[in-house]
């Protein structure tokens, strides 16, 4: 019933910038924490950025000054965007949503409840 499509992703050179957009249907996002993860080539998911129902924001220390995420409850659609992109930002990032009402944001990916299918983002150098 939920689903969240990720889309933005794409190749760009190192410093260049590219802004991931997350549109959810099925329910209203509004209240809930959202959080962006990325997956390296062979690594694990990490966690990138959330924000919570309030705005609040947290940040992973290898993106922060970098990246920024926002939301924009009237399109229901969570957005990152990402400067100054470093070959190492290169992955597969994912949106995600907690199931809990006014929630806090995690950086566990075991915390979400719903995620979208992932976008590819590759620097170059």
């Known amino acids: 019933q939920v689903q969240l499509v990720e889309s933005g992703g794409g190749l760009v050179q190192a410093g260049g910038s590219l802004s991931l957009s997350c549109a959810a249907s099925?329910?209203?996002?509004?209240?809930?924490?959202m959080g962006w993860f990325r997956r390296a080539p062979g690594k694990e998911r990490d966690f990138v950025a959330g924000?919570?129902?309030?705005?609040?924001?947290s940040y992973s220390d290898l993106v922060k000054g970098r990246f920024t995420i926002s939301r924009d409850n009237a399109k229901n659609t969570v957005y990152l965007q990402m400067n100054s992109l470093k070959p190492e930002d290169t992955a597969v990032y994912y949106c995600?949503?907690?199931?809990?009402?006014?929630?806090?944001?995690?950086?566990?990916?075991?915390?979400?409840?719903?995620w979208g299918q992932g976008t590819q983002v590759t620097v170059s150098s």
């Open positions: 924000i919570k129902w309030t705005g609040s924001t």
């Open positions: 099925g329910r209203t996002l509004s209240r809930y924490a």
């Open positions: 995600a949503a907690k199931d809990s009402l006014y929630s806090g944001i995690s950086s566990t990916p075991t915390a979400y409840a719903y």
